[in-house]
T-cell receptor, first 111, second 115 residues
């Protein structure tokens, strides 16, 4: 059975802290891994990862994929209250053009 | 602007009623999806369609129905058979191109509450 598992389920940190969110997967015919940020509405796209070991970076956010160990991490440095959201990990499969989502990590950043 | 439009944003339904959520996209995407999200949970796939006049059940299709008469449109009907329909519904679309080049795009979502 194809599945995506995220950890932790929730996280509370103080502004300025660095956080690491985890995503492991078992998906047949892997195509790519995607990270999204969701703030009470539609998820917004953050990163798409297809190759192992190549870090994608956008401001204070970065992500990397390990296709051998089947996981990805999303790092957020110097967190701000605006980073509070649910972070979703999804894996795209070439089988049926399916996207498999994890349950998300709920991040709360307190001042 | 290109995007996915869902309507209505908020909907109240009485028990026993069917309701239909609209989803229209102008991204020229072949594939469209409906997901359900419950509080504190991830996205669960209800139905998806890769081509006009064809669709497949996802993980939680019971109590829902869809149609795909046009490439741009993929409405979802929540029937009275769905026992616990109160949730946030997300419509999405993607291309079917091969390789690694596509992501999934989302509409703004529809909140359905059964009263």
């Amino acid at each position: 059975e194809d599945k995506v598992v995220q950890s932790p389920l929730s996280l509370v940190v103080h502004e300025g802290d660095t956080v690491t969110l985890n995503c492991s997967y078992e998906v047949t015919n892997f195509r790519s891994l995607l990270w999204y940020k969701q703030e009470k509405k539609a998820p917004t796209f953050l990163f798409m990862l297809t190759s192992s070991g190549i870090e994608k970076k956008s401001g204070r956010l970065s992500s990397i994929l390990d296709k051998k160990e089947l996981f990805s991490i999303l790092n957020i440095t110097a967190t701000q209250t605006g980073d509070s959201a649910i972070y979703l990990c999804a894996v795209a499969s070439n089988t049926g053009n399916q996207f498999y989502f994890g349950t998300g990590t709920s991040l709360t950043v307190i001042p | 602007d290109g995007g996915i439009t869902q309507s209505p944003k908020y909907l109240f339904r009485k028990e026993g009623q069917n309701v239909t959520l609209s989803c229209e996209q102008n991204l020229n995407h072949d594939a469209m999806y409906w997901y359900r999200q419950d509080p504190g949970q991830g996205l669960r796939l209800i139905y998806y369609s890769q081509i006009v006049n064809d669709f497949q059940k996802g993980d939680i299709a019971e109590g829902y129905s869809v149609s795909r008469e046009k490439k741009e449109s993929f409405p979802l009907t929540v029937t009275s058979a769905q026992k616990n329909p109160t949730a946030f519904y997300l419509c999405a679309s993607s291309t079917l191109q091969g390789g690694s080049g596509n992501t999934i795009y989302f509409g703004e979502g529809s909140w359905l509450t059964v009263v």
